[in-house]
Structure formats: structure tokens, C-alpha cells
């Protein structure tokens, strides 16, 4: 099965589409972070609602890697104040994730975080009942594929958890590649590689269709061909990215994820998402190759697609990427008696996450352990 949920609007100054998006709506809830106010494309949005004969309302300042806290904070301006019919969400995957959750508990005042997410492979958690309130995604980062997917990932404490349902995957994506041209090339840098991490992942589940394929590996060539270049700035580039994003997000919206979105999730203390992935990406495909004929097959196919052979050549192709854009290690993020006090935690709750079973091979806890320790000594 293959299933998209979002209209998607695309094209340089797609954000005007806005204007055209919140016709009929009254109050309009713009829900942003720091940079889009500073680049001006807030106010560009506030414009095009006003235009439109809504009442707008801004939230400017959310954070990065947003945790249940950022989402409790905001409700009861929601529900009191702001009391919007039409949610904007202008800015990178955080600013969406917290949108999709705020969006839950605004519609459903009657559900909590950890009835409805996915805090253990083995115990289901409640669906979320049907929301009413429309959601239109506008990234201005290239990575998390938020703007197309059914999950919003907070953070509770250090570690993250997923709430996924189709009743938050946005019903309009605008991708205004204006947007990410704005990114500082760290950021740029770190979503970018998100976006080939989902693309591997999403191709190598246990779920992938030949729907999502497609998406994957379009996705994947197109981050191998113009991330270094998008990194560097280069406005072509960046607008490639940024459409890659979101093919890769609806191939995992079908496909989902594996063993390296477990794990990072789970390692949410130490860094940036997407710089995490990258650092565990080689030591999973190396583990899933060894094991299982199946992940062997489907790395050396988009090996192929990049002009190489083996999977063996993929894991090359990916660790030289990580050096040429100077990913750092995971011990100059971390130190080691940090690090190693909490690897056994890290590994029981990546085993017990909601995507394992989709990996091409179910690891044991102590193997996810032997992972963490490879990636932080680099062996
Ligand atoms: N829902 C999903 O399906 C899904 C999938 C993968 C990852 N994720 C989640 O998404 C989050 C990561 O999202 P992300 O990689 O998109 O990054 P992000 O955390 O949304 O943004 C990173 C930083 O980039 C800055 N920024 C964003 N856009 C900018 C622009 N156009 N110009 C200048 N600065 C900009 C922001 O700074 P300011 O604060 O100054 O604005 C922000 O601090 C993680 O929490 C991850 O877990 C979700
Ligand atoms: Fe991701």
C-alpha cells in the first residue's frame, strides 16, 4: 500500500500560495522559529493571511529539537487566546513536529503523550481520535520530510518518541525553495544528510514497496549529487535539496524507518538529529549487510543507482560523504565516561522502539549496545 495525504504546492515563491490556502479560515496560527522572523518570511506569511481577510497570530521563537514541555507551555495560549481554526507551521522539522502535537492535544484536550505515542515496540499505544483543525506544513529546512509524514517526534526527558498518525500529516505542503537558501551550511549540512538517512532506511525496510522506491532512490541520488554543493550554498543546489526532502519523507511516511532512526532518537541528548544519523548510518548498514541477504541486496541496488556495485561500496560511498562535509565524531560531541554511563539505557530503549521491526534485521540489546560503542571509538 501507498498513501500520501498532502496536496503538495511547489516552485520559487510558493509561499503566495498561502494566500490562496487560508481563504474562508478567521484565525490563522503561525507557528514559527527565530530565523524565519529574521529572514523576513513570517511577515511575508502574516501578509499574504491578512490578504486573505484572516486574523493571524504568531509564535516566533520555538526551539530546536522540541521536547513535550515546549507543546505543554504553548496549549493553554491556544485554547484561550489564540483560539485558531487553520495552524501554519513555517520553519524546519521541529517548528512542524511541535504543530502536529500541538494539534493533537488542541483538538483532543483529552489525550496524553504517553498514552498515544510510541514509547515500546510491545505495548500499543491508543489511536488518536479524529482532528478537526487543518494543518499547512512550510519547511525552510531540508531534511526531516515533516511536511509529508504522520509523525511528530518530541523529546520526554533525553530521549525521543514518535506519535504517528495520518491525522497529523499535514494537508498542505508549500516548498519555496527561497526558504532553505537562508540555512547556515551546518544546518543545511545536518538536514541534508536526515534526508539520505531516510532515504536508505526507507528503502531497505521491511515495508518498502516499489512506491516508495522510487522516492527513496530519487531521493538518495539527489542528496549524493547536490548535498555538498547545497552545503556550500549554491541556490540550485539548495532547491533540489529541498524537493528530495520531501520525496524522501513520503517514502518513509509508506516505507518508515529502521535501526538508525532507533538509535538516534534514543540518543537525542548529544546532538542535532540528522548529524546523528549520519554518525550511526555506516555501523548499521555494516550490520544489517552481514546479516541479512535481503539489506545486502537492496544497498548494492541503490549502490548501482550511484554508479558503484556492492553494499560494501555503499557503506564506502557514505563514510567518505561524512568526512568530505566534515561530520564530526561521535567522542568530539560526547565524552566518554558520559557516554558510556548511559550506552546500556540507550540500547534497552532503542530494542524496545517502535521502528525496529521494520529493520531489515531485529537486533538483541546487546547488539545495539556494540553499535553505540563502535560509532563513539570508531571501529
Ligand atoms: N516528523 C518527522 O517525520 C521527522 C523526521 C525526521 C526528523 N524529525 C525531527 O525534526 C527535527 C530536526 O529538524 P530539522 O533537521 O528540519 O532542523 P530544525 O531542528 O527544525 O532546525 C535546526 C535549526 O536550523 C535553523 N533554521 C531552520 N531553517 C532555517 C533557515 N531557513 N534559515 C536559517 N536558519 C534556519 C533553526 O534556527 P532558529 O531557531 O534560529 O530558527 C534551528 O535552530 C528533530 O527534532 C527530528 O527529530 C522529524
Ligand atoms: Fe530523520
Not at 41 to 54: I, N
Not at 273 to 289: Q, S, T
Not at 302 to 324: H, P, Q, Y
Request: with cysteine; proline share 6%.
Amino acid at each position: 500500500m501507498f498513501q500520501l495525504k498532502t496536496r503538495i504546492i511547489e516552485g520559487e515563491g510558493s509561499l503566495k500560495a498561502l494566500s490562496r490556502e487560508v481563504k474562508g479560515y478567521e484565525r490563522v496560527l503561525i507557528l514559527s522559529s527565530s530565523s524565519m522572523k529574521r529572514h523576513g518570511f513570517l511577515g511575508e506569511a502574516e501578509d499574504y493571511v491578512r490578504e486573505a481577510g484572516a486574523e493571524v497570530f504568531s509564535v516566533t521563537d520555538l526551539p530546536a529539537e522540541p521536547g513535550v514541555e515546549t507543546v505543554e507551555e504553548l496549549l493553554p495560549k491556544l485554547r484561550e487566546e489564540f483560539q485558531p481554526d487553520l495552524l501554519v507551521a513555517l520553519g524546519g522539522g521541529s517548528v512542524i513536529d511541535t504543530a502536529k502535537a500541538l494539534k493533537v492535544f488542541y483538538d483532543a484536550p483529552e489525550v496524553k503523550f504517553e498514552e498515544i505515542a510510541f514509547i515500546d515496540r510491545f505495548s500499543r499505544p491508543k489511536p488518536i481520535p479524529k482532528l478537526k483543525t487543518p494543518l499547512i506544513a512550510i519547511p525552510s529546512t531540508s531534511g526531516a520530510g515533516s511536511e509529508v509524514s504522520a509523525s511528530s517526534v518530541l523529546k520526554k526527558g533525553e530521549v525521543k518518541y514518535n506519535i504517528v498518525s495520518l491525522e497529523i500529516a499535514p494537508d498542505v505542503a508549500i516548498l519555496d525553495p527561497r526558504l532553505p537558501r537562508t540555512m547556515p551550511g551546518e544546518v543545511a549540512r545536518n538536514s541534508g544528510l536526515d534526508v539520505l538517512v531516510h532515504g536508505i532506511e526507507a528503502y531497505t525496510t521491511k515495508a518498502a514497496s516499489p512506491f516508495s522506491d522510487t522516492m527513496a532512490i530519487n531521493a538518495i541520488k539527489t542528496v549524493y549529487r547536490w548535498l555538498p554543493l547545497s552545503v556550500k550554498g549554491d541556490e540550485e543546489a539548495r532547491a533540489r535539496v529541498h524537493y528530495a526532502a520531501t520525496m524522501a519523507g513520503i517514502a518513509f511516511l509508506n516505507a518508515r524507518l529502521g535501526l538508525c532512526h532507533a538509535m538516534s532518537h534514543k540518543a537525542a541528548w548529544i546532538g542535532p538529529h540528522g548529524l546523528l544519523n549520519a554518525i550511526f548510518i555506516p555501523y548499521v548498514m555494516e550490520f544489517n549487510a552481514e546479516r541479512s541477504e535481503y539489506a545486502r541486496r537492496r544497498y548494492a541496488e541503490i549502490a548501482r543507482e550511484l554508479g558503484f556495485n556492492t553494499a560494501k561500496d555503499l557503506i564506502e560511498v557514505v563514510k567518505e560523504l561524512n568526512e568530505m562535509l566534515k561530520v564530526p565524531r561521535l567522542s568530539e560531541l560526547v565524552d566518554e565516561e558520559t557516554f558510556v554511563s548511559k550506552v546500556e539505557e540507550m540500547a534497552n530503549k532503542a530494542y524496545r522502539d517502535g521502528l525496529i521491526p521494520f529493520n531489515p534485521v531485529e537486533p538483541k540489546p546487546e547488539e545495539i549496545r556494540e553499535l553505540y560503542l563502535r560509532a563513539f571509538y570508531g571501529r
